[in-house]
């Protein structure tokens, strides 16, 4: 329990004996009224600290992030979001390495891949954690293309479990059904099961 400044008020005066400071009394309503403001007052300084650290901000300090930013993240959680913001705070002139991108394209909210075709001025990014077409994509398209370099050539590569992919995990029908997914379900099931595209 944190010591309220009321009581580190009292704790400093008792000492002088000069004053009543009894519960009750005008003097000890007097150090109440002090120390709650004093408790507001650190209160906000406790939590401007928080929104001042990227690890820690929840709120205002991820919108000043973002607002230094031309563009906002695609993320569905805080944690995804600061750790995206870290991401593009960290593109710099020297950011243009194949492992530097793909650091810089976590800044998506997505676990987005950027790999070099073998053919000078073109990449493909794909998305390994995401069957289908990633939700927000237009959005991510639009970050993609401001963090990749502009004179490359971009093609998005997109999977879906093939028949062999989810018969690995569901050898018959009623294990698929058991599962209560979908077709279009069991099309984008992932599970951790997609290390890599080939």
């Given amino acids: 329990m944190t010591l309220k400044f009321e009581d580190y008020l009292v704790s400093l005066l008792r ?12 003097n000890r309503g007097e150090l109440a009224a002090y120390g709650g403001a004093l408790d507001g007052a650190m209160e906000e300084l406790d939590h401007t600290a928080r929104e001042m650290n990227l ?4 709120d205002f300090g991820l919108e000043r992030v973002e607002a230094l930013l031309p563009y906002r993240p695609v993320c569905a959680t805080i944690q995804q979001r600061r750790k995206a913001l ?15 991108i793909n650091d810089t394209l976590r800044g998506c909210g997505l676990n987005a891949r950027a ?17 289908g077409i990633p939700e927000g994509f237009d959005q991510l398209r639009i970050i993609i293309e401001e963090i990749l ?24 029908f009623g294990d698929a059904a058991d599962t209560g997914l979908s077709w279009y379900g069991l099309a984008i099931e992932n599970d951790g099961y997609l290390e890599d595209i080939e």
């Avoid at 370099?149 to 999977?159: A, E």
């Fill in 115 to 131: 790999e070099e075709t073998g053919q000078p001025g073109y990449v493909k990014v794909y998305f390994p954690d995401v069957a």
């Fill in 55 to 58: 690890t820690t901000a929840s």
């Fill in 15 to 26: 000492p002088l004996g000069v004053y009543d400071l009894r519960p009750g009394t005008i």
């Fill in 149 to 172: 370099p502009s004179h490359l050539d971009i093609t998005y590569v997109f999977w879906y479990n093939t028949w062999a992919m989810v018969a690995s995990r569901h050898p018959t």
């Fill in 86 to 100: 870290a991401a593009l705070l960290r593109i710099s002139g020297d950011s243009f390495t194949p492992e530097a």
